[in-house]
């Protein structure tokens, strides 16, 4: 059980290997930094995010840098770009549940959901 997320590159049908992510736990306005790390080569954080132990109810936020991935990949964006960071905000209900939050994005678009 625990947190995971994974980012699939939807303009070339691939792994989003190499972007850098945040987690914050929030509460109210504010947020605390808890981690950062870059993706792998299959776009997955290493190992969860947080186990089950670290894992309360409450609510949380992703950050990744699209811009910079897309950038660090050749891809020529327009100044500014479109998506500069997607930021997904999203709650835990029961910290005894797995909870897997993947990011599908392409410089102009992205789409998340719950997954297992």
């Not at 792998?40 to 969860?48: I, K, P, Q, V």
């Not at 811009?67 to 930021?87: C, D, I, M, W």
Request: cysteine-free; overall charge negative; aromatic content about 10%.
């Amino acid at each position: 059980m625990g947190l995971s997320t994974h980012v699939l590159d939807t303009m070339h049908g691939r792994p989003a290997a190499g972007m850098a992510v945040e987690l914050y736990a929030t509460q109210g306005g504010e947020s605390t930094l808890i981690k950062r790390f870059v993706t792998n080569a299959d776009g997955r954080s290493e190992g969860l995010l947080l186990d089950t132990a670290s894992l309360h109810v409450g609510t949380y936020r992703l950050t990744f840098d699209v811009e910079g991935y897309f950038k660090a990949h050749g891809v020529t964006l327009p100044t500014p770009n479109f998506l500069h960071r997607v930021s997904l905000d999203f709650g835990i209900a029961d910290p005894g549940q797995h909870y897997h939050v993947p990011l599908l994005v392409s410089p102009w678009s992205y789409s998340t959901y719950r997954g297992s």
